[in-house]
């Protein structure tokens, strides 16, 4: 079955907006992911931390750099994601329309491609 | 919106409308067909104006559907009752009645007053929310029979005057077990198709994976749910290595193992360990085989020894002569296929699995490590015969033209 991945862009606005009601929005999201497990579709959950608690490894050089904190000027951020086992684009969407993110922020729905549609060595032809 | 939008938010909200008016109605089959309306009118209306809350409306039109057929039902009745019996409209929605009524509907769907076949339609179209199309292309009948089904089952249950209730205490785990097998049934026809030309159809089993999570949410503390759902995961997460580019099945000692899907291992052996809690019953020990395998490099480096007692320990509280053949299977690998033959021949005698092919696959498959080339040959061949999955046949064939 296809899997997707459902992948939160929040913006300084939204960020700022959750962090105004963050227990609200645990509890809503604690209820939404209850929600996707009682309907057998939740694979996986996580929130990411605050972009200050990571790093970028930059790739444009000939080796890689690495600064501290989120990358220059990046307008939105990855705030976590869901990944969910579903059987069509239709219901991943349905789902991202129901998950209960601040006003501002946006979901971007992707499919994780199927085993059998990744060639697994030189030998397999499709 | 799209026929694709609208079986989108069908898939997510079908168990739950149909719970909510059977409560709502007392009236299984009404509520079904209530339900079923609704999604009809959403397939003509949807595309032309967009609902701007999809859920809701598919809930309210099916509401609607169902006061106005138990209008029509009381008109005829007795005109004069209508008042009396004109429903309120509940509009708040508790989580944990919610959750109660779908685990009532399995319990509905699968009762025991149904034939088994009912059982699988029945829980695939209002627990799955599949359409009789679907169910018809995974289990290979034509739509008419689905669809007769279907109806012939809401007629049983409202004849016998199955309630709408969670089985009572007593009762409660044996029921529980009615449920389990009816989604093992649907995992295992995905994962071992009995007829046709594909071996596999994930789709299928996939449906018996999410009903499976469905269950183990709503049932935590059941361990057989949990060992159900472990051993769904345990046996899907070796697909995409059970079938060659051609379709034809791979078995388990010629598998490419870094093609299974190590996060479908990962949560089997996670819901396994739910299961283990309070000692496993036959779903959660098969789920331990499925495991042993999962964890091993390769077949020569499996623990076959613990397979042979997991087997045994299933051999005693689900005793089955096709339990006996693998353990046959187990013991062949563990202390060599004279031992294990000797179980398969007790077998034979015994006549426990009379026209199975998979007696003289075992069997045939045993004297070749034996060296006994001609009588393995024989039994190959007779299983071919007996086999009605082609792609098994075929693999079968070949083995017996190797031996020469």
Redesign the interface.
Known sequence: MPKYLLIMRGTDESNAAMMASIEEGIARTRLFIEEMMKAGVLLAAEGLDDPGQGAVVDFSGEAPVVTDGPYGETKELFGGFFLLDVTSKQEAVEWAKRVPAAPGSKIEVRRVPEEDEVPQDSTVQR | MGA??V???W??ESARIVAALTRFTGDFGLAEDAAQEAVAEALVSWPLAAPAD?AGWLMATARRRAIDAIRRRTALRDRYALLATDPAVDEDID?DRI?DD?LALMFISCHPVLSPEARVALTLRVVGGLSSEEIARAFLVPVPTVQARITRAKKTIAAAGVPFELPPAGERRGRLGGVLSVLYVIFTEGSTATSGDRLLR??VA?EA??????LA??QPDEPEVHGLLALCELTAARF?ARTA?DGSPILLEDQ?R??W?F?AIR?GLAALAKASTRGLGPYGLQAAIAAAHASAPSVEATDWDRIVVLYEALGRVAPSPVVELNRAVAVAMASGPAQALAIVDELIALDRLPGSHLVPTVRGELLARLGRRPEARAELELAARLCTNQRERSVLLRKAAALG
Not at chain 2, 209 to 214: K, S, V
């Open positions: 694709a939008d079986e989108a938010v898939r997510i999809p989580p959750d779908i994930p789709d996939y994976i999410r009903l499976a999570r469905t949410a709503l995409p580019p490419d870094r093609r899907d996060s949560r």
